[in-house]
């Protein structure tokens, strides 16, 4: 039976079906199942950390490979169908949580590093995200599956168009690479829009010194807010225009150019002397 006919059959035998208010769209190419274990460098010495485990069949092929597989899924049918099938599964442990209220370190075993490996619903991915970051330090991988238009945004690089206050706060603790471009039939029911495979390997420190992280990022959000807009007048909230004129002559920044021109070690220079020419 094909992972499409598994799924289909689940469903209907349990008079039920995908749940489009929890962004549920199931993996059905055995293929990608070991694109992902292998981009996350499972090994036996691993605890995973699985988001959203679904019917099970990504959470068996990382048993296979990790010492332990932390699956956690909201859906209460999902849930009981994986505690049924892994009840005798030493290295599973199954939670039923909604990851955004779970507190995330309570997942995370004592003296370990997790990887963290999800399937992410679409509708929630960034507040996902966010939540990950806030635990960087506790964790060493992520493998992160999501709409390939937020993924761009999280691996661009400076110039395009794509390039934001996202890339700029992912890097930040992260190093991102791009491991695959999925299209829909991929997954069942299909979305609408491509899917990405993302890798984030964790900093064991920030990318960049900066005096303040919250000022840091406020400068980032305020210069991308009005990204069209010259820099010497996306953050004219942050000092005169005298003093702003000091602070890009000293960094040698043209003060015409642009937010998505400036890299991640621009802009901690920049919020770092903006705060001290206040």
């Known amino acids: ?86 009840a005798n599964s030493d290295n599973i442990k199954v939670i039923q949580e909604d990851i955004l209220d779970v507190e995330f370190s309570s997942l995370i075993p004592q003296g370990t590093s997790p990887k963290i490996i999800a399937n992410l619903p679409y509708g929630i991915t960034t507040p996902i995200l966010w939540k990950l970051i806030e635990y960087s330090n506790q964790l060493s991988q992520c493998i992160l599956m999501m709409q390939w238009e937020v993924a761009e ?32 039939e991929n997954f069942y029911p299909s979305p609408k829009v491509d899917s990405a495979l993302l890798k984030l390997t964790m900093h064991d420190h920030p990318r960049v010194e900066v005096n303040d992280e919250e000022h840091f990022f406020r400068v980032v959000r305020e210069a991308f807010r009005g990204r069209r807009k010259m820099l010497k007048n996306s953050l004219r909230r942050f000092a005169s225009t005298e003093k702003l004129t000091t602070t890009f002559s000293e960094l040698d920044i043209a003060p015409q150019r642009r937010a998505e021109t400036l890299d991640i070690a621009e802009f901690a220079a920049l919020a770092n002397l903006l705060q001290t020419n206040v």
């Open 1 to 86: 039976m094909t992972l499409l006919q598994q799924a289909q059959t689940f469903f209907r035998e349990n008079r039920s079906h995908p749940k489009k208010q929890l962004g549920q769209h199931f993996l059905i190419n055995p293929d990608v199942l070991d694109i992902i274990v292998e981009a996350g460098e499972v090994t036996k010495s691993d605890v995973v950390i699985e988001i959203g485990a679904g019917l099970g069949c990504l959470t068996e092929a990382l048993a296979e490979q990790a010492n332990t597989v932390i699956a956690v899924e909201v859906d209460p049918i999902l849930y009981n169908e994986l505690e049924y099938q892994f």
């Open 153 to 184: 945004r999280i691996a661009a690089n400076p110039g395009g168009k794509e390039y934001g206050a996202l890339t700029i706060g992912i890097s930040y603790y992260a190093d991102t690479n791009l491991i695959a471009r999925l299209s829909p």
